[in-house]
C-alpha cells in the first residue's frame, strides 16, 4: 500500500509541476480517500487551492498536514502565508509564535512576522478603489519597463483591492514579462471574472494561455475577445499566433490580414504573417511581408529572424546570415537567432561557427528541446565523433527526462494480443524522404494483422503524396498543438504496443513526447541516423552495413537488424523512361550530385576535383535551390577554382520540381555520393533512372549509408574505401563506356528486384522483426 501511495504522490507532484492542476488534484485527492492525514497531499492541495486564490480552501489542509508532522519547515510557512493572505492576522501570530517553540527562526519567519507588523491594522475591503496617482505610478513603472518595480506595486494593490481589476491586468501582463506564465494565467482569469465583458483581458488570457501550451482554451479565448470587441487588433493578431501554433495556417493568415486591415501599420502583425506564409511555402510574400515590418519598425529583432528564415529556406544563405546577425544584435539574449544562425552556417559548410551559435542558443533557453536537436542533428551529420555526440546526447536526454516527469510504468497495451497496434510518429508523412521510403511498407502492410496508427506532428496534407499515406492508416491522430505530456497519455490510452520514431533529431520531431515512454516498446527508425539519446528508447532499426554490432557503443539504444536493408524506397509515380547513357551521343562524361551544397566538404570538393583532372572533357552536374541565386553559383566555381577547375566544367542548376528533377539524371552518366553525408533519396531515385553510384566507405551510420544501397542495389563493386581509390573506381567506371551503357539499360529493372526496392520482401521483414520485439517483451515480464 505505501509503495502504491508513494508512486501516486510521485505523479501528482510531476503532474503539478507541469501545472496540470486538475490532474494533480485528482491524485492528492486520491490518496487522502486511502490515507486523511497524509502530510505531503494535505499540503499540497493547499499550495494548489493558494496558487487558485483560495486561501481560505487551503487552511485546513495546511492544517491537517501540520498535525501529522510538524517537523517541516514549509508547512508551517505555508499555513502562516495562507492565514495573512484570509487576514486572519491574530490566528496567523499565534501559529508564528508556535512555529519558534518548534525551533523554527528563519529568515522567511522574519519575513512573515514583518509581514503581520505591517498589515495588521488592514482591514479587508472590497469595493473601494485604489487613487488615481497609485494607478498612474503602477502604469508609469510597467511602461518604463521597471517590472520588478510594477509587480510589487500590483501585488499591493490586487491585495489591498482585490476586487479592482485593473490591478489584475496589469499583474498579470508582468508576470508574463517575467515568464511566471501560470501565474500570469491566473491573474488574466481574475481579471476575466471582474470583467467579463474586456475584450483585452480575455486576448490577454488567450496569449498566457497560449505560451503554456494550452491551444485550445487559448483559441476560444481570443475567439471571445474578438466576439466583444470585433475591432480590437491585438485580439486578432493573437488569435493568428494561436491558429499558427495549432498548424492551422490559412485561418492564422486571414487573422493576421484582418488586424493589418484594420491597422496598416501594425508591424507585428506583418511579421507574423510574414512567419505564417513562409511555413505555407509561399516564400516571395513572406519576404515582402517581413521587410515591410522592418520598414515600419526598423529596429524590430523578431522581423528580421523572420526575414533570415525566409531566406534561409530560399537558398540565399548569405542574406539570411546578414538578418540574423541584426537581429542578435537588436535582441543579443533571444535564442531563436542564435539557432537559426547555426543552421544557416551549417548550411554554409562552417561547422564549428555554426556549433558555437546553437551552444549560445542552448546557453539562452538550456530547456527548449529543439535548439538541442539542432545540434545534435548538426554533430550527427557533419562532425560525429562518438564521445562529442554523446556528450550532447547525454545533456539532451537529462533535459527531456526532467521536463517529462515520471515516466509511464504500465500500459493498457501490455497483455499479449494476436493482432498489434502500432504507432508512427513523424511531421514527414508526405512529399518528403520519409514519405517515399514508408508508403510501399504501409501498402504491404494493409492485410497483416498490423494496426496503423499515425501521429502527425505537422499538418503536411497538401500534396498526393501526404493523401496516400493517409489512407494507409487506420487511425489519423495529429499532435500538433497537443503538449508533450497530452500526447504521451493520448498514445498511452491508445493501447498501441510499438511505437516509432521516425524523425529521429530532424525538423518537427516529438522525442520529448517518448521520454514519458507512451509505449512499451519504442523504436527509432527511419528519419535519422545516429542515437536519439533517451535511455526510453528501446531500439533503433538498422541493418548489417548501417549498424553493425561492433558500433553498438554509438547508440543509447540496442540495435535491431533487418536481414538486409532498413530502408525500401516506393518507386516515383511520374512516367520517366531510363534513355541512352548520355556520354555516348555528348562524347564526354558528366558526373552529377544532386544534393545539399553543404555536404560538398572541402575534402569532397577536392576528391571530385581530382575525378574531373582524370577524365578529360568530363563534366559535373550539381543542383540546388542555392544555386537559384549567384551568390551560390559563385561559391561552388570558387571552391572548384582553388583545384584549377573552371567554370565550363561545372553544370550548376537550382531547384525545381521533383518530375523535373528526376529528369535531370537523364543528363548524368555517373552519380557521386559526397560524405560523411552522403545520398539516400537522392541515390534510390538516381538508381532507379538508371545512374550508378560511387560512394565511400564510414565509420559511423550515416557514412554507411553508401553500403547499404550499394549491396542491396547489387553495386558493393561501386563502394571505395578510401579517397584514392574513389577517384580510381569513378575514372574506371567512366572509361568503359560500352559496359556503363549496358548496366544503365538494365539499373531500374535490378534494383526493383533487389532488397532496397522490393516492399513485399521488405515488409515480411518489418513483420517479422516487430513481432519479435513484442516477443522479447513478453519474455522479460
Not at 84 to 112: P, Y
Not at 601 to 608: G, R
Not at 723 to 745: C, G, N, P
Amino acid at each position: 500500500m505505501e509503495l502504491a501511495v508513494q508512486q501516486v504522490l510521485e505523479q501528482g507532484v510531476a503532474a503539478h509541476k507541469a501545472g496540470k492542476l486538475q490532474d494533480a488534484e485528482q491524485l492528492y485527492r486520491a490518496i487522502l480517500k486511502v490515507q486523511p492525514s497524509h502530510a505531503d497531499a494535505n499540503h499540497n492541495l493547499g499550495v494548489l487551492a493558494v496558487a487558485v486564490g483560495k486561501a481560505d480552501v487551503a487552511l485546513p489542509f495546511f492544517k491537517n498536514a501540520l498535525q501529522t508532522n510538524p517537523s517541516i519547515e514549509q508547512f508551517w510557512l505555508s499555513y502562516i502565508d495562507a492565514l495573512t493572505k484570509e487576514q486572519q492576522f491574530k490566528n496567523a501570530r499565534q501559529v508564528l509564535e508556535q512555529a519558534r517553540k518548534q525551533g523554527f527562526s528563519g529568515e522567511e519567519f522574519k519575513f512573515l512576522e514583518a509581514q503581520l507588523s505591517s498589515r495588521s491594522e488592514i482591514k479587508k475591503v472590497s469595493a473601494e478603489n485604489p487613487n488615481q496617482e497609485e494607478l498612474n505610478t503602477l502604469l508609469k513603472s510597467y511602461q518604463d519597463e521597471r517590472y520588478g518595480d510594477a509587480e510589487t506595486l500590483a501585488l499591493s494593490i490586487t491585495q489591498t483591492f482585490p476586487k479592482h481589476q485593473f490591478g489584475w491586468k496589469v499583474l498579470a501582463a508582468v508576470l508574463r514579462r517575467s515568464g511566471k506564465i501560470f501565474d500570469a494565467v491566473n491573474a488574466n482569469k481574475k481579471a476575466v471574472e471582474l470583467s467579463p465583458k474586456d475584450a483585452e483581458a480575455h486576448s490577454n488570457l488567450g496569449n498566457a494561455l497560449k505560451e503554456l501550451g494550452r491551444l485550445n482554451e487559448a483559441e476560444a479565448s481570443c475567439t471571445q475577445a474578438i466576439v466583444l470587441d470585433p475591432y480590437l487588433v491585438e485580439a486578432h493578431n493573437n488569435l493568428g499566433n494561436v491558429l499558427q501554433e495549432q498548424g492551422k495556417l490559412d485561418k492564422a493568415e486571414v487573422s493576421y490580414a484582418q488586424a493589418i486591415a484594420l491597422k496598416p501599420d501594425y508591424a507585428n502583425a506583418h511579421n507574423n504573417l510574414g512567419s505564417t506564409l513562409q511555413e505555407l511555402g509561399r516564400l516571395s510574400e513572406a519576404e515582402a511581408s517581413c521587410v515591410k515590418a522592418i520598414a515600419l519598425k526598423p529596429d524590430y529583432a523578431d522581423a528580421h529572424n523572420n526575414l533570415g528564415s525566409t531566406l534561409k529556406e530560399q537558398g540565399r544563405l548569405a542574406e539570411a546570415e546578414a538578418s540574423f546577425v541584426k537581429a542578435i544584435a537588436l535582441k543579443p539574449d533571444s535564442a531563436i537567432p542564435h539557432n537559426n544562425l547555426g543552421n544557416t552556417l551549417k548550411e554554409q559548410g562552417r561547422f564549428s561557427d555554426a556549433e558555437t551559435s546553437f551552444l549560445q542558443a542552448i546557453a539562452l533557453k538550456p530547456d527548449y528541446a529543439k535548439f538541442r536537436s539542432n545540434l545534435l542533428m548538426h554533430i550527427g551529420s557533419m562532425q560525429f565523433g562518438v564521445e562529442h555526440y554523446q556528450a550532447y546526447a547525454r545533456d539532451y536526454s537529462e533535459m527531456a527526462r526532467e521536463k517529462a516527469g515520471l515516466p509511464f510504468i504500465d500500459w493498457p497495451s501490455r497483455e499479449q494480443t494476436e493482432s498489434l497496434r502500432i504507432g508512427f510518429v513523424s511531421g514527414d508523412f508526405g512529399s518528403h524522404p520519409v514519405g517515399y521510403f514508408l508508403e510501399g511498407l504501409l501498402a504491404q502492410l494493409q492485410s497483416s494483422p498490423i494496426e496503423l496508427i499515425a501521429y502527425p506532428t505537422c499538418n503536411r496534407q497538401d500534396d498526393q503524396t501526404a493523401r496516400r499515406l493517409k489512407s494507409l492508416f487506420q487511425s489519423w491522430c495529429p499532435l500538433v498543438g497537443v503538449s508533450d505530456e497530452a500526447a504521451a497519455r493520448k498514445i498511452r490510452d491508445d493501447g498501441i504496443h510499438i511505437l516509432i520514431d521516425l524523425s529521429g533529431h530532424t525538423a518537427h520531431n516529438r522525442l520529448p513526447v517518448f521520454a514519458w515512454k507512451p509505449a512499451p516498446i519504442q523504436v527509432t527508425w527511419l528519419g535519422y541516423f545516429a542515437s536519439t539519446g533517451l535511455p526510453a528508447m528501446d531500439y533503433i532499426l538498422g541493418d548489417p552495413h548501417v549498424t553493425p554490432y561492433e558500433e553498438s557503443g554509438h547508440f543509447v539504444e540496442k540495435i535491431w537488424q533487418l536481414p538486409e536493408s532498413y530502408l525500401c524506397f516506393t518507386p516515383p509515380k511520374f512516367d520517366l523512361k531510363v534513355n541512352d547513357l548520355p556520354a555516348l551521343s555528348k562524347q564526354f562524361v558528366t558526373f552529377g550530385c544532386f544534393n545539399k551544397l553543404s555536404r560538398m566538404t572541402d575534402a569532397v570538393v577536392s576528391v571530385w576535383a581530382s575525378i574531373l583532372h582524370a577524365v578529360p572533357d568530363s563534366k559535373l552536374f550539381l543542383k540546388d535551390k542555392q544555386l537559384d541565386y549567384q551568390a551560390g553559383r559563385r561559391g561552388v566555381f570558387y571552391k572548384f577554382s582553388a583545384h584549377g577547375i573552371t567554370s565550363d566544367r561545372l553544370i550548376l542548376e537550382g531547384q525545381s520540381t521533383r518530375e523535373e528533377y528526376l529528369a535531370c539524371y537523364q543528363r548524368i552518366d555517373i552519380a557521386l555520393s559526397p560524405f560523411p553525408y552522403g545520398g539516400g533519396t537522392t541515390s534510390a531515385e538516381g538508381l532507379w533512372m538508371g545512374v550508378p553510384i560511387v560512394a565511400k566507405k564510414g565509420n559511423f551510420f550515416l557514412s554507411h549509408l553508401g553500403e547499404s544501397i550499394a549491396y542491396n542495389s547489387g553495386l558493393s563493386g561501386w563502394l571505395a574505401g578510401d579517397d584514392a581509390e574513389y577517384v580510381a573506381k569513378a575514372v574506371q567506371f567512366s572509361s568503359d563506356l560500352a559496359a556503363l551503357a549496358a548496366l544503365r539499360a538494365g539499373l531500374r529493372e535490378q534494383v526493383l528486384r533487389s532488397p532496397l526496392f522490393d516492399a513485399p520482401r521488405f515488409a515480411l521483414h518489418f513483420e517479422r522483426a516487430v513481432w519479435a520485439m513484442r516477443e522479447s517483451l513478453h519474455r522479460t515480464l
